[in-house]
């Protein structure tokens, strides 16, 4: 079952805040949006369906993570002149976005390599009130972010810009 930022327990968005800090080491990243509360509330804020949740048996089996944008946010972070976190920080509520920073995606160990994260990333871009014309890009920090980001514009067809 997906659920948004919304429709999660506080269990399960506890957990979700958990899980990203582990998974990625935000605390020891500053350049990375921080795993916590705040940022939870943020994107909920700009739209419910910035944070999409698989829930098996009532248990977080993963989540995934989009940062709605201006596109000359999305310039400013590609070429480094602001953090993730800045991008956040920085973002506005808007009625459609022109652009998705794809910024997350775990999946706990016992659920991996079935394809949740694939699903949840297409199911949390056809939510997302964006322009027609949206603008995807993301910065992939692992091997399996890389994967994910290759497979998702293999299967879609769709371009997504990469910070290198």
């Avoid at 582990?22 to 921080?34: C, G, H, L, V, W």
Wanted: charged share 25%.
């Amino acid at each position: 079952m997906f659920l948004n930022a919304e429709e999660v327990t506080s269990d399960i968005k506890k957990r979700s805040i958990e899980m990203s800090g582990e998974i990625f080491a935000t605390e020891a990243a500053p350049d990375q949006m921080q795993a916590s509360e705040e940022n939870f509330e943020k994107l909920k804020f700009l739209d419910p369906n910035t944070l999409l949740y698989e829930v098996i048996e009532g248990d977080l089996a993963a989540g995934v993570g989009v940062g709605p944008t201006s596109l000359e946010t999305m310039e400013a972070f590609l070429s480094h002149q602001i953090s993730a976190q800045k991008l956040l920080d920085i973002t506005e509520k808007q009625d459609q976005y022109p652009s998705l920073y794809l910024c997350a995606a775990a999946v706990l160990p016992q659920y991996r390599r079935q394809g949740i994260a694939m699903k949840l990333l297409k199911e949390v871009i056809t939510r997302m009130s964006t322009t027609k014309d949206v603008l995807l890009y993301a910065w992939p920090t692992s091997s399996e972010g890389r994967s994910l980001v290759e497979k998702f514009k293999k299967e879609t067809g769709k371009v997504i810009r990469i910070r290198e």
